[in-house]
T-cell receptor, first 117, second 113 residues
Framework: GESVGLHLPTLSVQEGDNSIINCAYS??????FIWYKQESGKGPQFIID?????DKRQGQRVTVLLNKTVKHLSLQIAATQPGDSAVYFC????????????????FGQGTILTVHP | GAGVSQSPSNKVTEKGKDVELRCDPI?????LYWYRQSLGQGLEFLIY????????KSGLPSDRFSAERTGGSVSTLTIQRTQQEDSAVYLC???????????FGPGTRLTVT
């Protein structure tokens, strides 16, 4: 079946370094991708999203890259801070058979990011 | 402003009992989603509401699970005859409409003993 998966389950970085979290997806019909951050005991928090008609989108200290050719998504965090430590999930919004989508998200398993001071 | 709220935050129940989980979405959000997150896992879609209608119930694991939404606002997820495998964090999200950013609540941690 279709799935969204992550290459690295854990990532440890030093404060101030840049972090890159990767995600592979398999549903070529997906038209919307989102990165979420989840801290312990909390619900996922939206970080950044990108639609399939784009290959790059930047936010505050974060950049999402989308490579549709190889079905790969990445999240780059600049100058990583201890407060960035969390589990990061990528999610995709696959279009249904009719070619429409309604926000039903398929999530990857998550990457644990640990930032050391 | 107020975000998505869920209650209770924690629920411990005995196997075989019924439980009700509540979600209060952000005011004005027409789309509402329920997801389940097992320990150390990603989120699993359960059901989607647009207004009071549920166009997609495909993620509900069994007929013991049901959900409703009233007044285009509050939603309740009901699990009948709970089983140990139902233990998980149940998350609710709402969005302005479908295909808009989803805002998640803090979740309800359900433990079935």
């Amino acid at each position: 079946g279709e799935s969204v998966g992550l290459h690295l389950p854990t990532l440890s970085v030093q404060e101030g370094d840049n972090s890159i979290i990767n995600c592979a997806y398999s549903n070529s019909a997906s038209d919307y991708f989102i990165w979420y951050k989840q801290e312990s005991g909390k619900g996922p928090q939206f970080i950044i999203d990108i639609r399939s008609n784009m290959d790059k989108r930047q936010g505050q200290r974060v950049t999402v890259l989308l490579n549709k050719t190889v079905k790969h998504l990445s999240l780059q965090i600049a100058a990583t801070q201890p407060g960035d430590s969390a589990v990061y999930f990528c999610a995709e919004n696959p279009a249904n058979a009719g070619g429409t989508s309604y926000g039903k998200l398929t999530f990857g398993q998550g990457t644990i990011l640990t930032v050391h001071p | 402003g107020a975000g998505v709220s869920q209650s209770p935050s924690n629920k411990v129940t005995e196997k075989g009992k019924d439980v009700e989980l509540r979600c209060d979405p952000i005011s004005g959000h027409t789309a509402l989603y329920w997801y389940r997150q097992s320990l150390g896992q990603g989120l699993e879609f359960l059901i989607y509401f647009q207004g009071n209608s549920a166009p997609d119930k495909s993620g509900l694991p069994s007929d013991r699970f049901s959900a409703e939404r009233t007044g285009g606002s509050v939603s309740t997820l009901t699990i009948q005859r709970t089983q140990q495998e139902d233990s998980a964090v149940y998350l609710c999200a709402s969005s302005l409409s479908e295909n808009y950013e989803q805002y998640f609540g803090p979740g309800t941690r359900l433990t079935v003993t």
